[in-house]
């Protein structure tokens, strides 16, 4: 079974801009989560996707979005970058549905970097 | 609060055993993790223990929860160059759906 894809691995872009992250989650896993990883906060949770609802955000500002589609892909985006939003973003993938389903498998991640 | 605290470095010699450890502060957690993250790649599932666990063994890998506490150890037996990498811990609480809550990792190093 192939493993969670991550799209572009690395982006560079320019302050005030916007950027779309895709997400493809291991085939019949239905969620999708996004979490952004830097040295000085760490790993933190973006937001949650199940069957194509947000079931649960981070602490992040509005600029931070996302999507799921019917086929469980996910996008997020974010609206004009600010030179903190450089990162690597990280998707996970479960099968969702219930607190019973444990496993989340990430992807490799993509490398934004925002000048 | 969410803290989870991990130690940040770790050395150990090529053969020894790793023990890396974390606590957590939510008692209502339901499901521990440890992940392994190499240079430039995304995280690895290691293993995982539910909240009613107090061990959990996986080849070369032993995880011990104490609830009491709040802590969580993963121990690697036979360590190898090859385990050198960060380490997280992670809680998934009652009620969070998939969202983890991360330490801030331990870098294991293994040198001969």
């Known amino acids: 079974k192939a493993g969670v894809t991550q799209t572009p691995r690395y982006l560079i872009k320019t302050r005030g801009q916007q950027v779309t992250l895709s997400c493809s989650p291991i085939s019949g896993h239905r969620s999708v989560s996004w979490y952004q990883q830097t040295p000085g906060q760490g790993l933190q949770f973006l937001f949650e996707y199940f069957s194509e609802t947000q079931r649960n955000k981070g602490n992040f500002p509005g600029r931070f979005s996302g999507r799921q589609f019917s086929n469980s892909r996910s996008e997020m985006n974010v609206s004009t970058l600010e030179l903190g939003d450089s990162a690597l973003y990280l998707c996970?993938?479960?099968?969702?549905?219930?607190?019973?389903?444990?496993?989340?498998?990430f992807g490799p991640g993509t490398r934004l970097t925002v000048t | 609060g969410e803290d989870v605290e991990q130690s940040l470095f770790l050395s150990v010699r090529e053969g020894d055993s790793s023990v890396i450890n974390c606590t957590y502060t939510d008692s209502s957690s339901t499901y521990l993790y440890w992940y392994k993250q190499e240079p430039g790649a995304g995280l690895q599932l290691l293993t995982y223990?539910?909240?009613?666990?107090d061990m959990k063994q996986d080849q070369r890998l032993t995880v011990l929860l104490n609830k009491k506490d709040k802590h969580l150890s993963l121990r690697i037996a036979d360590t190898q160059t090859g385990d050198s990498a960060i380490y997280f811990c992670a809680e998934r609480k009652k009620g969070g759906y998939n969202k983890l809550i991360f330490g801030a990792g331990t870098r294991l190093a293994v040198h001969p």
């Open positions: 223990i539910f909240s009613n666990m």
């Open positions: 996970a993938s479960s099968l969702g549905g219930s607190e019973s389903s444990y496993e989340q498998y």
